[in-house]
């Protein structure tokens, strides 16, 4: 019998011993039980099957008081289900204990999961982001390898040790993403085996169970090496991803080392060939030509990370009396790398609803980037924005000079700070110098205002007064686009 029972049964307190460690059902249908019979947590004692050191199961569920008949059901929050359900999967063995301390208090603030500062929330919250993490590399490492049944069919066999029992919560993940192929998946905490049609569980395995290597990993290495790319590569950030721990599975990482050694080099390699691509004399001559050129560009990082160039987009002469609008923004973002098309994404479509309004025709821009190619970074499934460094502009100002020289706009509209400095070569405040027309060296005239993303990220107040400001900018672009007409 373990010292929190002898001592809970000693006090005259309640001992809860569940079916297993991620019994997160045993320990909602006890923990309401409990609550509706008025037991503070003070005299409950939980532990979990496999990690008790006593048997008391059976006796615990005795012991468990009866609710009175008019006893009112529990409050829960969802907030609070929501993490409950991870949190429990943590090896922490005061997790039941610190679950059954916050449902109890939420019964008197039902308010409590919206109080950040609280030591309990903060701790829950803290258990479900390790257990989620946990879940995700055991989604992003499990390495399958072939073996030969007795039938002579396939099987895929992979070892994994995770940090905390997640092991039946990813078993659907794997048998939604591997429905056809037969497999098991052993874990020192227990198995488990697909065969097409039934999930089974197993008895715990030693790494000794799944096989070394298979035929097909020489061509998943060929593959991983070749797919490696230099320019996106950060030590840190990848171990902090992938840490070491989890190489020993992985038959990628025994390349890795010599990847890292080497990427200093391909990177310069890389972008030495960027650097030598064009040359005054190569310059582009028309829309066409730089659409297909910017796709091989490796001038700078951004260009060797593996998205697809954007081209601008509109007409590449205009009337004889107007030349035309040019429209510069930052970058494409995921939207427009995805499309491979300029502002289609939310801020494009913000962009372009203002542009009706104040009465500038599509057809009357070109609209294009400074940065002709996606920089981000990965976070999970989703690919979030960066800006581009003042070097990378800089370097992807030979596009922007040439898109102007075959559009040859009168009048350039820039976007934030970004297309900014491609259009001036230096940085400049977009609030000191919107509103204010500044003439380029083509003799092009430059607005300057706000980038359309900048107001998605504004609350309601300041965003109606910043789209305000936006309006009267493109308002006054609009009335010089008369002027000149």
Same mark, same amino acid.
């Given at each position: 019998?373990?010292?929190?029972?002898?001592?809970?049964?000693?006090?005259?307190?309640?001992?809860?011993?569940?079916? +297993?460690?991620?019994?997160?059902?045993? #320990? &909602?249908?006890? *923990? =309401?039980?409990? @609550? /509706?019979? !008025?037991?503070?947590?003070?005299?409950?004692?939980?532990?979990?099957?496999?990690?008790?050191?006593?048997?008391?199961?059976?006796?615990?569920?005795?012991?468990?008081?009866?609710?009175?008949?008019?006893?009112?059901?529990?409050?829960?929050?969802?907030?609070?289900?929501?993490?409950?359900?991870?949190?429990?999967?943590?090896?922490?063995?005061?997790?039941? +204990?610190?679950?059954?301390?916050?449902? #109890? &208090?939420?019964? *008197? =603030?039902?308010? @409590? /999961?919206? !109080?950040?500062?609280?030591?309990?929330?903060?701790?829950?919250?803290?258990?479900?982001?390790?257990?989620?993490?946990?879940?995700?590399?055991?989604?992003?490492?499990?390495?399958?390898?072939?073996?030969?049944?007795?039938?002579?069919?396939?099987?895929?066999?992979?070892?994994?040790?995770?940090?905390?029992?997640?092991?039946?919560?990813?078993?659907?993940?794997?048998?939604?993403?591997?429905?056809?192929?037969?497999?098991?998946?052993?874990?020192?905490?227990?198995?488990?085996?697909?065969?097409?049609?039934?999930?089974?569980?197993?008895?715990?395995?030693?790494?000794?169970?799944?096989?070394?290597?298979?035929?097909?990993?020489?061509?998943?290495?060929?593959?991983?090496?070749?797919?490696?790319?230099?320019?996106?590569?950060?030590?840190?950030?990848?171990?902090?991803?992938?840490?070491?721990?989890?190489?020993?599975?992985?038959?990628?990482?025994?390349?890795?080392?010599?990847?890292?050694?080497?990427?200093?080099?391909?990177?310069?390699?890389?972008?030495?060939?960027?650097?030598?691509?064009?040359?005054?004399?190569?310059?582009?001559?028309?829309?066409?030509?730089?659409?297909?050129?910017?796709?091989a560009c490796r001038r700078c990082e951004i260009g060797c990370n593996g998205t697809r160039a954007v081209m601008g987009e509109g007409q590449e002469r205009a009337s004889r009396v107007f030349n035309g609008l040019m429209i510069v923004g930052e970058q494409p973002g995921d939207v427009e790398e995805q499309q491979a098309r300029p502002f289609v994404g939310p801020a494009g479509q913000l962009l372009r609803a203002h542009l009706a309004d104040a009465g500038i025709a599509g057809r009357a821009a070109y609209v294009t980037n400074a940065v002709k190619h996606f920089k981000f970074?990965?976070?999970?499934?989703?690919?979030?924005?960066?800006?581009?460094?003042?070097?990378?502009?800089?370097?992807?100002?030979?596009?922007?000079?040439?898109?102007?020289?075959?559009?040859?706009?009168?009048?350039?509209?820039?976007?934030?700070?970004?297309?900014?400095?491609?259009?001036?070569?230096?940085?400049?405040?977009?609030?000191?110098?919107?509103?204010?027309?500044?003439?380029?060296?083509?003799?092009?005239?430059?607005?300057?205002?706000?980038?359309?993303?900048?107001?998605?990220?504004?609350?309601?107040?300041?965003?109606?007064?910043?789209?305000?400001?936006?309006?009267?900018?493109?308002?006054?672009?609009?009335?010089?686009?008369?002027?000149?007409?």
């Open positions: 019998m373990s010292a929190p029972f002898r001592d809970m049964r000693m006090a005259g307190g309640y001992p809860v011993q569940l079916a +297993a460690p991620d019994d997160f059902d045993g #320990w &909602r249908a006890h *923990a =309401r039980r409990l @609550l /509706m019979a !008025d037991v503070p947590p003070d005299r409950v004692a939980w532990e979990a099957l496999g990690e008790a050191s006593g048997d008391l199961f059976a006796e615990s569920g005795k012991r468990l008081p009866t609710p009175p008949a008019d006893a009112a059901p529990p409050r829960v929050p969802r907030a609070f289900l929501q993490l409950a359900q991870k949190a429990i999967l943590h090896r922490d063995p005061s997790r039941f +204990a610190l679950l059954y301390r916050l449902l #109890w &208090r939420l019964q *008197a =603030r039902p308010r @409590l /999961m919206e !109080d950040a500062a609280d030591s309990d929330v903060r701790r829950i919250g803290e258990l479900a982001r390790i257990v989620r993490r946990d879940i995700h590399k055991m989604h992003a490492f499990v390495r399958f390898r072939v073996v030969e049944s007795e039938s002579g069919a396939e099987h895929y066999v992979a070892w994994f040790e995770p940090d905390h029992h997640i092991l039946r919560a990813v078993a659907g993940f794997f048998v939604e993403r591997f429905t056809a192929m037969t497999w098991s998946i052993l874990t020192p905490e227990g198995s488990l085996h697909w065969d097409g049609t039934t999930l089974v569980e197993g008895p715990p395995a030693q790494r000794g169970d799944a096989p070394v290597g298979d035929p097909a990993e020489d061509l998943w290495l060929s593959y991983y090496a070749s797919i490696f790319n230099p320019a996106r590569l950060k030590v840190g950030a990848m171990l902090k991803e992938m840490p070491r721990r989890y190489w020993k599975n992985m038959p990628e990482a025994a390349l890795i080392p010599a990847l890292v050694a080497g990427a200093q080099a391909r990177e310069a390699t890389m972008v030495s060939a960027g650097e030598t691509l064009f040359d005054e004399a190569q310059r582009p001559t028309s829309l066409a030509a730089i659409g297909e050129a910017i796709q970074v990965q976070r999970g499934k989703r690919r979030l924005h960066q800006s581009p460094t003042a070097k990378e502009i800089d370097i992807c100002r030979w596009w922007i000079e040439s898109e102007r020289g075959i559009v040859r706009p009168q009048l350039v509209l820039a976007l934030g700070a970004s297309a900014a400095r491609s259009l001036l070569g230096k940085t400049v405040s977009v609030q000191k110098v919107r509103g204010v027309p500044q003439r380029l060296e083509d003799g092009a005239e430059l607005w300057i205002t706000t980038h359309p993303s900048y107001l998605l990220r504004l609350e309601d107040g300041a965003r109606a007064s910043e789209e305000a400001r936006f309006a009267a900018d493109l308002a006054a672009v609009a009335g010089r686009m008369a002027e000149l007409a």
